[in-house]
């Protein structure tokens, strides 16, 4: 920065009251700031502008053919969850979402975190079935077929473990990454039927106070 630009920042007001940046000052300094930046001045990466970049091989020949299905580069080959259960032997297994490790809030379906008791169901499409019953008027079975006819939304929504951030509660501090510590945590955009939209399909009585859900993935 130059003589001049110092002078012209020093005489810049600092607070706009409340102690509060003035708005104006802040960015006249950001523009000062941004042109020192375009002019190299300070920078380290000055010298090497002037070099030629390199041209690596990869830029002067063909690239791979495109999948089918896309999958994660081989460069992003440490960007995966930690299992505690790898062998699947007889107990809970979990997978922890490497959360410092991602950009942005989705997180990639294949580093969702999972918490299973019998370990990962293998679930036919064709035969996986979604019962209401109960208080209702009329009882219903649901397929995927019959589901796809209802009206669907989408909303993105984090779904947590209530065990995350257990470690916290421990006596001694635990010196340990993010994932270790909060990876039972996940952001997903999900779209599917409203439970409410299928609840009133099936004239639910308005005496009805709780709802009780049930899995058929493998027992313990």
Not at 2 to 29: F, Q, Y
Not at 40 to 48: C, F
Not at 86 to 96: D, H, I, K, L, Q
Not at 185 to 207: H, Q
Request: with cysteine; hydrophobic share 40%.
């Amino acid at each position: 920065m130059t003589d001049k630009h110092e002078r012209l920042a020093s005489h810049m007001p600092d607070v706009a009251g409340n102690g509060l940046i003035d708005r104006r000052a802040l960015l006249g300094r950001g523009m000062l700031f941004a042109g020192a930046a375009a002019t190299g001045v300070g920078s380290s990466s000055a010298g090497a502008a002037a070099e030629p970049l390199p041209i690596d091989p990869w830029s002067m020949a063909p690239g791979l053919p495109i999948p089918p299905y896309g999958v994660p580069a081989k460069y992003e080959s440490k960007v995966v969850r930690t299992l505690t259960n790898p062998n699947n032997e007889p107990r809970t297994s979990n997978a922890r979402t490497p959360h410092h490790l991602l950009d942005g809030t989705i997180t990639p379906n294949g580093l969702h975190f999972v918490v299973a008791r019998t370990g990962f169901p293998d679930i036919d499409p064709d035969k996986h079935r979604l019962v209401i019953h109960g208080l209702v008027k009329q009882p219903l079975v649901f397929d995927l077929e019959a589901l796809s006819r209802y009206p669907k939304v989408t909303r993105i929504n984090f779904v947590e473990c209530g065990g995350n951030s257990a470690p916290l509660y421990n006596k001694d501090p635990v010196q340990a990454n993010v994932q270790a510590i909060h990876g039972l945590v996940s952001c997903s955009e999900w779209t599917g039927v409203r439970l409410s939209t299928l609840l009133e399909e099936t004239g639910i009585d308005p005496k009805a106070k709780w709802l009780l859900a049930e899995g058929a993935e493998g027992q313990v």
